[in-house]
């Protein structure tokens, strides 16, 4: 026997065994503890996708009765939309008759009614009603014979009144909207039944269900459809009730179960062979979840920021009135390595769930004082506005945030205003105030975002204290075109001007939009109609061409008004 190192050959290969094996032992250990979790993802996929195939048809059913109730919701909305707008346009028309003093039976007012007549197709006849609630005269011209259409007039009752007619048209009955004149008597118009009767709905769901509109508890106004041997069960029936928002009126859909599963008949048929479909794409989703979880996501966001990926661009807020700069919004955009810019609406929400979001905003502000500061130091009445999520409410970090930036900074307390969204929902209202508070106290203004659109309401401004409303775009798209936009942006102005608030319209996109504005006494603007959100030296660029172009214009008015002058004085 051969030795060698005083161990036999033969024990030495044996040791070299023993060692690959413990190796591959620990190799497969390994292996095993980081394919745990993907064995485990791949095996709940396919558990999911081929074990509850009893329960396919269950699904169907409650997808089918879900769709068939947001059918019937719609169908709901419809009818009271369609009740509004004739409520609401004939109660207009009734208003304006009032304000041009058409208020009398003469034939000079009659003459006037039968042209309204004729100018809105949904009215049949307007006419005067005595505090009794009977006729006093209609155009056209009927037989009165004392009945009585309106209830007794009330000292205290309201200005508008709102009932039923018996003449009806395929289920609707026309209906009588009464304005009071203050003098006994009331201007009343009849809407014609054909204005609500409609028949909406898909086809399987139009032969079986009934739907009725109702003004206050028990007026019906319009109905239609009925009840077949299917539904006749009351626990197999789905029903849903729309309320209006404006009107006390509320539209009942009503539709038996078995009729709305008649949408998915041919589905189940097919549900077997689908659930091969389903089975591979859950493994496919459980290998992606396995190899990819939530963690890496979280670690690829956690190093854009370290990155500093997200950098603000800047949006011109313009003056409309002299067309010079005001100060700008502060944007967040993601810019990947390879240079696309990812827009907030793609990662916003992501970094407000998860926390991140705290220092983003805390690097936009500390980015925004390297690359604007000179700029708004050189220009002291600029503002500069940034947004805030409701997150930043919920304790005073934020304010620590802004004095430890911004205090030594060429940007002054004076020109930052932070801006927060009506579209989520304030926690601790109480808490928000005071930290609005703090920021005021430090001479920051506070504006509150997207006016109109989301929870706050009234609430905010009545509760926050803000200093400055922004109207949502949505308002100043149709601000030209739309009597409701026109109306609402209306009313914030002179919300704005009593409770001592500034005013900025957003999206502008339009001149159009902009005389409106001005007619309406809006004076700040932003929007792609003055410029898009852009980088740091862009928007420097801008503000210097900007304000150039004001010192130019101011100038030529100078010298104009200088020579108009002098023309005077040499005619004189």
């Known amino acids: 026997m051969i030795w060698t190192k005083n161990l036999p050959i033969q024990v030495l290969f044996t040791q070299i065994k023993d060692c690959q094996k413990e190796l591959i032992r620990k190799q497969a250990l390994v292996l095993s503890f980081r394919y745990v ?294 944007l967040m955009r993601w810019r990947r390595p390879n240079g696309m810019i990812v827009s907030p609406g793609q990662f916003m929400a992501y970094a407000e769930n998860n926390g991140h979001i705290f220092d983003m905003t805390r690097h936009m502000m500390r980015v925004s004082v390297d690359e604007v500061g000179e700029l708004y130091g050189e220009n002291p009445d600029l503002k500069l506005s940034i947004n805030l999520f409701a997150g930043h409410f919920l304790d005073r970090e934020i304010v620590a945030d802004i004095k430890s930036i911004f205090g030594k900074s060429a940007i002054s307390f004076q020109q930052i205003v932070v801006e927060v969204t009506e579209r989520h929902p304030l926690e601790d209202m109480d808490l928000a105030r005071k930290i609005i508070a703090e920021l005021q106290a430090l001479g920051v203004r506070v504006a509150l975002d997207d006016v109109g659109t989301g929870h706050g309401g009234m609430a905010y401004l009545q509760k926050l204290g803000v200093d400055i409303i922004k109207i949502d775009k949505m308002f100043i798209d149709t601000i030209g075109s739309d009597d409701n936009s026109t109306t609402i942006v209306d009313s914030m102005v002179e919300l704005a001007d009593n409770l001592g608030m500034g005013i900025i319209a957003e999206g502008v996109e339009l001149e159009e939009q902009i005389e409106r504005l001005l007619e309406l006494g809006v004076t700040a603007a932003q929007g792609y109609h003055f410029a898009q959100p852009m980088p740091a030296e862009d928007f420097i660029a801008f503000a210097e061409r900007t304000e150039k172009e004001a010192d130019e214009r101011d100038r030529l008015a100078a010298e104009a008004a200088a020579a108009e002058r002098a023309a005077s004085k040499a005619v004189a």
């Open 37 to 330: 979790g993907f064995a485990k993802t791949v095996l709940i996929a396919l558990v999911l996708a081929t074990a509850p195939l009893f329960a396919i048809n269950i699904i169907l059913d409650q997808y089918a009765e879900r769709r068939a109730i947001t059918e019937m919701e719609a169908m709901g909305n419809v009818s009271i939309r369609r009740a509004e707008e004739a409520i609401s346009t004939t109660v207009t028309l009734l208003q304006r008759l009032d304000r041009d003093n058409v208020q009398t039976c003469s034939a000079e007012d009659r003459v006037i009614f039968e042209k309204q007549i004729v100018a809105h197709g949904m009215i049949d006849a307007i006419g005067l009603a005595d505090a009794s609630g009977q006729r006093m005269c209609i155009i056209p011209d009927r037989e009165l014979a004392g009945q009585v259409i309106l209830p007794q007039l009330r000292m205290d009752g309201p200005l508008v009144g709102i009932g039923m007619l018996e003449r009806g048209y395929l289920g609707a009955r026309a209906a009588v909207i009464s304005w009071d004149l203050k003098d006994r008597t009331r201007l009343f118009a009849e809407v014609t039944p054909a204005v609500i009767a409609i028949d909406p709905g898909p086809e399987y769901l139009r032969s079986y269900r009934r739907a009725e509109l109702r003004l206050g508890d028990n007026l019906l106004w319009y109905s239609v459809g009925g009840y077949n041997s299917e539904g006749s069960d009351p626990e197999e029936m789905l029903s849903v009730e729309i309320a209006s928002q404006l009107y006390p009126l509320a539209a009942t859909v009503t539709a038996p179960v078995s009729s709305a599963r008649q949408l998915v008949n041919d589905l189940k048929v097919v549900a077997v062979a689908a659930c091969g479909g389903i089975a591979v794409l859950l493994v496919a989703v459980g290998v992606w979840l396995s190899w990819r979880p939530e963690s890496e996501a979280n670690d690829e966001f956690v190093a854009a920021i370290r990155n500093g990926e997200f950098i603000p661009y800047y949006q011109p807020v313009m003056d409309i009135e002299t067309n010079r700069l005001r100060g700008c919004e502060v």
